[in-house]
């Protein structure tokens, strides 16, 4: 009975690596990453990789798609995260689905955002853009111009201000500062960010 109601189920494989080459595919020789917990959805389940990097969660509704991810806080590392929130599969009846969750180290970055020649910048929303041009992470500066960015994967970014803060304060859009993250330079510590004004075009009388 056991083995005809498994039948009439789905099952994911969900396999836990660390994704040293960033592409976001196993290959092997990638280490393996035990006691990660297993999340469906954003609900943590009580299955947990093993030595293996392996864990199998049983009993799924078959034929209705299902977000597969882990559970942050398991990992022992803070500086390692997963490299997106999961991946979605559809289970199906009697057929067990892989699913890779690749874990990629990450740092932090910091700064105090100013205006050119003037004071703090507060409220300003700032972003990390990657070589691809896609918006990798967004924060927003405090009172002080202080401003943080976490859990930011390994890699090459630009530092910019968003087009609604630049345009609201009458800032620069261009580019601010090009940066890496890397095992070289895990904490980096910009200090201060200068933003210039927006150039006033001219207009001349008809």
């Not at 039948?7 to 990453?33: C, H, I, K, M, W």
């Not at 864990?55 to 977000?67: D, G, H, M, W």
């Not at 200068?194 to 150039?199: H, L, N, W």
């Amino acid at each position: 009975m056991t083995s005809e109601k498994q039948a009439t189920l789905g099952s994911v494989v969900t396999r836990v690596f660390r994704d040293t080459n960033n592409d976001g595919s196993y290959q092997a020789g990638e280490p393996l990453e035990p006691g990660v917990k297993i999340a469906i959805g954003k609900v943590p389940t009580s299955r947990s990789t093993g030595m293996n990097g392996l864990a199998t969660i049983n009993s799924l509704t078959p034929f209705q798609p299902v977000l597969i991810g882990i559970e942050g806080a398991s990992l022992a590392d803070p500086h390692v995260q997963p490299k997106g929130p999961g991946m979605i599969v559809t289970p199906r009846p009697g057929i067990d689905a892989l699913v890779d969750i690749p874990l990629v180290s990450t740092g932090e970055v910091d700064g105090m955002l100013v205006r050119a020649g003037g004071g703090p910048l507060e409220g300003v929303d700032i972003e990390l853009v990657t070589s691809q041009g896609t918006v990798q992470a967004i924060t927003r500066s405090e009172y002080d111009g202080f401003f943080l960015f976490e859990s930011v994967p390994y890699g090459k970014y630009s530092l910019r201000v968003a087009p609604l803060s630049a345009s609201a304060a009458r800032l620069d859009t261009a580019n601010v500062q090009d940066i890496a993250v890397s095992n070289i330079a895990v904490s980096l510590h910009l200090g201060v960010v200068a933003i210039p004004s927006q150039r006033m075009t001219a207009h001349t009388a008809p």
